[in-house]
Every structure is written in C-alpha cells, then in structure tokens.
C-alpha cells in the first residue's frame, strides 16, 4: 500500500463503536464503509478488536466481522487487534483464521491479546469460573499450542498429534496469516522481541508505557523466520474533522465513554450534546481532559503534525489509527481528511 507523503504506513483499528441513537447494524455498515475507504486510499491494514458485554462496543466475534470485511474489499489487510487467547481454545481460534485465510488469501492477520477485553465477571462467564488469573498466565503456552495447530507440526506422540486445524496444512499447501503479538505493558513486548515476532502496542489507551515497551521490545528482539529485524506497530486515537471545533466535540463523546465505563456504567457513546451537557465532577474533568489529551485530534494540519510529531518521537513501524466518536459519519471523515492531509492515493487510485 502507498502511504503518500505519512512518515509510516497508517492503518485502521476499528472498535465498531454504537452511538446513542444508532443500532449495531449501523455501526457495521460503518465498518464496511471505512475498510473499502481504507482499501482506496492506501491504508495497511483495518484490524477488529475483540470486546465483551459493552454496548458501545459491536465487536465481540472479530473473525465473523473480519468475513464480512473481506467480503467487500479486495486488497486491504485485515486482521484482529486482536483476538484475546485466553478466552479461547487455540484450536477454535486456529480454525477461524484458517477459514479466513482461505476466504481471502494473504489478507489475514491474527493479533493475540492476553488480556479479556472485559470486565472480570464478564471473563469468568467466557472462560468458565477460576480460569481468570490462570488463563493470563498461561499465555505463552497457548500462544505456542495456536502455533502447532496453525503450522500442523505438532511432534509424535504429542497428545495433538493426530489433531488438524482445518482449513489448514493437513489439507495441502496453503498460507498461513501471520502472528502479532499486542499488549500495553513490557509482558507482550519481550515475549514478542524473544519470538521474533511483531509488536503492536496499545498506544491509544496506555501512553505512558509506550516508549518503556517499544525499547525493551527493541532490545529483546531475536531475529526469526517471521521478521529479520524488530516491527512495530502503535495504536493512536486519531480524530480528524473540518475544523477543531467539530474534533474536540467528537472526541469528548469517547472520552465521556470511556469515563462512564472506568466508573462501571458502560453504555453507547454518547452524542456531542449530551457530552457538552454532562455534569462533570472535578476529578471526572480531569479525567477526562488527560484521556483527550491522549488524542490527536483537530484539523487535518494538526492532526498531521501530531501524527508526525509521534511517530518521530517513538520511531514506531507502523501508525494504526482509531476513531472513536459518537458519529459513524465522523469517524469515515476522520479517515478521509488524515488520507487527504498526507497525500495518499485519490479514491479508485490503485494502491
């Protein structure tokens, strides 16, 4: 993909966020709308992450999204950002991306995560009571089991030996979507730097970590067959709209969101209005003035420069952008202006 005049490549990190007044329907219809916009003007990749029991959230079953995704385009990578393993057996998670792989050759990425991408009840009803704490702890050993059944090299006398993940190699030459490894703390980021594999970190919503991560990732790393030299990947909360004015109010519905379920009451994203209404305590103005502090946000000039300014700053690989607001409408906008801010090919442009 050309990335026009953008110091890295950009990509796409969709939460399929409901707004109030909006439906989920909507909100993956959104969806398909970014990643076909994505696809036309140069973005790397659009990458679905997996959330549970949030109604402002529509992105519980990545890998069922992902099918609907590449059904509507044609080039654009697609993958999860990610896939949490703990709440899965890696045979399930293995087959789903291996009938992705086989919907869309080549396009696929997998993303594992360590963490629920819930809350803590809502992880003991995935994962069956007890298996909270054990489940994170046993990341690498399911990260290596997901591998076996994605490579079909499980050696004899393995209890799984004679276990395929189907689509897959038992069936033949076929390809295999590549691992990332995602995280927000130094745990994902030495596991990946040892398994020379690529990082993604979770910029967007722990920037304080992300230059500890991003070193010791760096001075982990060990080369591997997968990647030669250390890549990675940051999430940034990007909004980009016609004027500041419109960015701050769009950005201040996730941030109000995001206040709301810190203190456990989850709901839609709240409008622009309703946002400008709240009655906020002072330590929840605080909150909320470091949580959009924390996105680039403004005009596409600003945006840009904010955008540039970070990835000189981290040296990051890769930029990948989410758009979190209460309006669809403005998160494809969003997308739109930061590919015409950086030049990136026109729309039907091939990329």
């Not at 993909?1 to 329907?25: E, F, K, N, Q, Y």
């Not at 519980?60 to 899965?88: D, E, F, K, W, Y």
């Not at 250390?230 to 206040?259: H, K």
């Amino acid at each position: 993909m050309r990335h026009g005049r953008a110091p890295v490549p950009l990509s796409v990190l969709d939460l399929v966020t409901v707004g109030s007044g909006s439906t989920a329907h909507q909100s993956l219809r959104t969806s398909v709308a970014i990643s076909r916009l994505a696809e036309s003007r140069g973005y790397q990749r659009h990458w679905v992450a997996e959330h549970h029991s949030m109604p402002g959230v529509a992105s519980s079953s990545p890998a069922v999204i992902l099918a609907h995704l590449a059904a509507h385009t044609s080039r654009i990578r697609l993958g999860s950002g990610g896939v949490m393993l703990p709440n899965h057996a890696p045979l399930a998670v293995a087959e789903q991306f291996g009938t992705l792989e086989a919907l869309a050759p080549g396009r696929i990425d997998l993303g594992l995560g360590r963490a629920p991408g819930t809350d803590g009840r809502t992880a003991a009803a995935l994962r069956g009571p007890g298996r909270l704490d054990e489940a994170a702890d046993e990341f690498p050993r399911l990260l290596a089991e997901l591998t076996r059944f994605l490579n079909d090299d499980f050696p004899a006398g393995h209890p799984y030996a004679r276990v395929h993940a189907v689509p897959g190699p038992v069936q033949g030459p076929a390809g295999r979507p590549p691992l990332w490894l995602l995280g927000s703390s130094g745990f994902s980021a030495r596991l990946a730097g040892e398994l020379g594999l690529p990082f993604a970190y979770a910029h967007h919503f722990s920037a304080a970590g992300t230059l500890p991560a991003l070193d010791l990732y760096r001075q982990t790393f060990r080369p591997s067959a997968v990647l030669a030299a250390p890549y990675a990947l940051i999430g940034v909360s990007t909004l980009a709209a016609d004027t500041a004015e419109a960015a701050r109010a769009q950005v201040r519905t996730g941030a109000l969101s995001m206040l709301k379920l810190r203190t456990g009451r989850p709901g839609l994203i709240p409008t622009p209005e309703e946002a400008a209404a709240y009655g906020y305590s002072e330590p929840e103005r605080e909150f909320v003035d470091r949580w959009m502090a924390n996105v680039v946000h403004g005009t596409p000039d600003e945006v840009r420069a904010g955008l540039d300014a970070l990835a000189a700053r981290t040296g990051a690989d890769e930029l990948m952008l989410t758009a979190n607001a209460h309006s669809g409408a403005a998160r494809l906008r969003s997308y739109e202006l930061v590919a015409d801010a950086y030049g990136m090919p026109g729309p039907g442009a091939p990329s």
